[in-house]
């Protein structure tokens, strides 16, 4: 039962360099989100998707692209990285229980941008 | 003025202490309130759920909602060291299905530190 899976948890990269953070959730949901989440600024939500093959832009998506191509699965590229972008990044489902939707996070990935 | 606003703290109490943790917010659409607890290094995992006003208790913990003031606190009686983590409150006014003006509001959360 591993709920929100995201990969990597840590990753440094260099200032204009590019990367993947990949989310995959087990539990047939169909909303996921990309929130980061910085000291002093709490959670922010980045890009989410209402199910397979769509995508919709959050509070800060600037900087940010998603795709959505399988319903289990939900990634958040930087095409060009900058340092105001480290951060820790959490991806999340929208999962039922009885009278109520509520998040399930993953654990986080860490990024640093130098 | 902020949505919804939490103190950051580090509010730290000893063991068995009583806790109080508050938010409040300004939109009165607000029906749904949640609080989230998050470990150092871990992510936010769901508490405590409650729909409009009134009081919902869970073992040690009690969550508060006061829809005329705008205010809802989370209580945790007999306060253990393994509570210290941070505390998110979360609103939405209607049951969460995405971003934007029906999403998630999210409080900045207070960090809790029990001392043995």
């Known amino acids: 039962n591993a709920g929100v899976t995201q990969t990597p948890k840590f990753r440094v990269l260099k200032t204009g360099q590019s990367m993947t953070l990949l989310c995959a959730q087990d539990?047939?949901?169909?909303?996921m989100y990309w929130y980061r989440q910085d000291p002093g600024m709490g959670l922010r939500l980045i890009h989410y998707?209402?199910?397979?093959?769509?995508?919709a832009k959050g509070e800060v998506p600037d900087g940010y692209n998603v795709s959505r191509l399988k319903k289990q699965n939900f990634l958040l590229g930087l095409e060009s990285a900058a340092p105001s972008q480290t951060s820790v990044y959490f991806c999340a489902s929208l999962g039922g229980r009885a009278g109520a939707n509520v998040l399930t996070f993953g654990a986080g990935s860490r990024l640093t941008v130098l | 003025q902020k949505e919804v606003e939490q103190d950051p703290g580090p509010l730290s109490v000893p063991e068995g202490a009583i806790v109080s943790l508050n938010c409040t917010y300004s939109n009165s659409a607000f029906q749904y309130f949640m609080w989230y607890r998050q470990y150092s290094r871990k992510g936010p995992e769901l508490l405590m759920y409650t729909y409009s006003s009134g009081n919902k208790e869970d073992g040690r913990f009690t969550a508060q909602v006061d829809k005329s003031s705008k205010y809802i606190s989370l209580f945790i009686r007999d306060s253990q060291p393994s509570d210290s983590a941070t505390y998110l409150c979360a609103m939405s006014v209607g049951l969460y299905s995405g971003g934007g003006a029906d999403g998630l509001t999210f409080g900045k959360g207070t960090h809790l530190i029990i001392q043995p």
């Open positions: 998707s209402v199910g397979e093959g769509t995508t």
């Open positions: 539990m047939n949901h169909e909303y």
